[in-house]
């Protein structure tokens, strides 16, 4: 089961198991990763959460969301969220370029990737749930039911994961 609460220590994650310290923490913390402001109307802003908010009994932690406030615009309260600031930096620029293309009058998407099998597929190769090189077919490729097929697959390989999927 994942960590819930989490604190920065420069730009990496680390769980925070007291939760006083926790609090302590937040309460002074810079958690900003980006600010953009496209326009004057449009400003892109990206924050570290401090609270894992996968719902999932597998894959990583998500502690990062971009945001959109946009009043009346396309892509007004859009949202992104990332397990890694580096994610959280990459999916803050993209979210300003498709701000960029709805205000050029493009049709833009909101179609991220935010949990994707080979995110999962690392997070329990990193806590030792597979020992062994898996081939992963493109995500896009995949539908919902082959998706999660496959990491209940993976999960099956994984014991700890599995009473981990049981308990919550």
């Known amino acids: 089961m994942h960590a819930s609460k989490y604190i920065l220590e420069g730009t990496q994650a680390v769980p925070e198991p007291d939760p006083n310290a926790w609090a302590r923490w937040f309460e002074t913390a ?4 980006a ?5 004057r109307e449009i400003q892109v802003v990206t924050v570290f959460l401090g609270i894992d908010h996968n719902d999932a009994p597998w894959g990583v ?3 990062f969301e971009t945001r959109v406030a946009w009043a009346g615009g396309a892509l007004d309260r859009a ?3 990332y397990s890694t600031w580096e994610a959280a930096v ?3 620029a993209e979210m300003c370029q498709r701000c960029e293309q709805a205000l050029a009058g493009a049709p833009v998407s909101l179609a ?3 949990l994707t099998m080979a995110a999962t597929l690392q997070a329990l190769r990193q806590r030792g749930g597979i020992d062994r090189d898996e081939t992963i077919p493109d995500d896009t490729q995949l539908s ?3 998706w999660t097929a496959k990491v209940e697959a993976l999960l099956a390989e994984c014991p700890q994961w599995q009473q981990t999927a049981g308990e919550r």
Not at 30 to 33: C, H, I
């Open 144 to 146: 919902w039911a082959e």
């Open 90 to 92: 990459q999916g803050h």
């Open 35 to 39: 600010v953009t402001q496209v326009t």
């Open 61 to 63: 932690p998500v502690l």
């Open 30 to 33: 810079n958690r900003m990763v």
């Open 79 to 81: 949202c992104w969220r």
């Open 112 to 114: 991220a990737e935010p």
